[in-house]
C-alpha cells in the first residue's frame, strides 16, 4: 500500500514545475479560459458571494461549486483529468483547498487565481458588454 508520505509527494511534485506554484494572475486565468478551454470554478461560500457568482456572469466554462458543499458536485468534474481547471474565491483560501482536494482525485492541471474572482467577473463583463 502507497503511504501518505509518497502520495503527498506524487502530488506535490507536478506543482513545482509550475511557475508560481501554480498560482495564476487574474490575465493568466483569461488566458487560460480563453486559449486552453480552461475550466472555472468558483469555489466561494454562499455568504461570500456578493452578486453573481462566475457561472451565472455568464463566464464561459465556469462553474458554481461552494466550498462548503464541494463534495457533492464531484461528479460534474470533466472526466479528463488532464483537462486544466482554474480554482477561484475571494483570497484564495477556498481555491488552495479546493485544488489540493483536485490534485488529490488525480486532476494534474490545477491552478488557483490569486486574486479576487470579483476581479475576473468585473473584467469579464466589461469585455461582453455590447
Known amino acids: 500500500m502507497e503511504s501518505v508520505s509518497q502520495k503527498l509527494k506524487e502530488v506535490i511534485t507536478p506543482n513545482l514545475e509550475k511557475d508560481n506554484l501554480g498560482h495564476v494572475t487574474l490575465h493568466q486565468t483569461r488566458e487560460l479560459l480563453k486559449d486552453a478551454g480552461a475550466v472555472l470554478l468558483d469555489v466561494r461560500p454562499p455568504a461570500k458571494v456578493s452578486g453573481e457568482n462566475a457561472q451565472e456572469a455568464d463566464i464561459p466554462n465556469a ?8 463534495y457533492n458536485y464531484v461528479d460534474e468534474l470533466p472526466k479528463n483529468k488532464s483537462d486544466v481547471i482554474v480554482v ?3 483570497k484564495g483560501w477556498f481555491a488552495n483547498r479546493v ?7 488525480g486532476y494534474s492541471n490545477v491552478y488557483v487565481m490569486d486574486t479576487s474572482i470579483e476581479d475576473l467577473i468585473e473584467v469579464h463583463k466589461a469585455h461582453t458588454e455590447k
Do not use: D, I, K, Q
Open 88 to 90: 477561484a474565491c475571494l
Open 63 to 70: 462553474y458554481y461549486m461552494p466550498y462548503p458543499e464541494f
Open 99 to 105: 485544488m489540493g482536494y483536485l490534485e488529490m482525485l
